[in-house]
């Protein structure tokens, strides 16, 4: 499936689709290998209440504000998990999350995922 861009330009990735990724990459179509990510999440219960804080970022809201606002989960700043390595995020969050590129929160390169916890709205900071 093609990646979307909404109409303000921003890239969808959903369910480790690597469409979003291809732009930064090499000529073999991989984003450098990397073994830890910063990463940002907004955590919803409901699919509706992760489509309303998607609307939100697509509209230009940054993504750590509607992260504060929006996301169940414990965390609440900013959605920011920090430095995580290789294995140490859920299996399906994590393909996703390392498939994305770097990003900054007022214009964010996000993926969509649901694990067992929730629906999950990802970017990443940084890669190393």
């Given at each position: ?9 921003k ?33 919803c219960?409901?699919h ?62 996000i ?5 067992g ?11 190393k």
């Amino acid at each position: 499936m093609a990646g979307k861009k909404n109409d303000k330009g921003k890239e969808k990735v959903k369910d480790g689709e690597k469409d979003g990724a291809a732009k930064k990459k090499g000529g073999d179509g991989k984003l450098k290998a990397a073994t830890s990510i910063n990463v940002r999440h907004i955590l919803c219960e409901k699919h509706s209440k992760k489509e309303e804080a998607l609307t939100k970022i697509q509209d230009g809201a940054k993504f750590d504000d509607v992260a504060r606002e929006m996301s169940e989960d414990k965390a609440r700043q900013g959605g920011n998990l920090g430095w995580k390595v290789r294995g140490s995020l859920d299996a399906e969050f994590e393909k996703v999350a390392y498939d994305l590129e770097p990003s900054s929160t007022s214009s964010p390169k996000i993926g969509e995922v649901k694990t067992g916890h929730g629906y999950h709205i990802i970017m990443v900071e940084a890669r190393k």
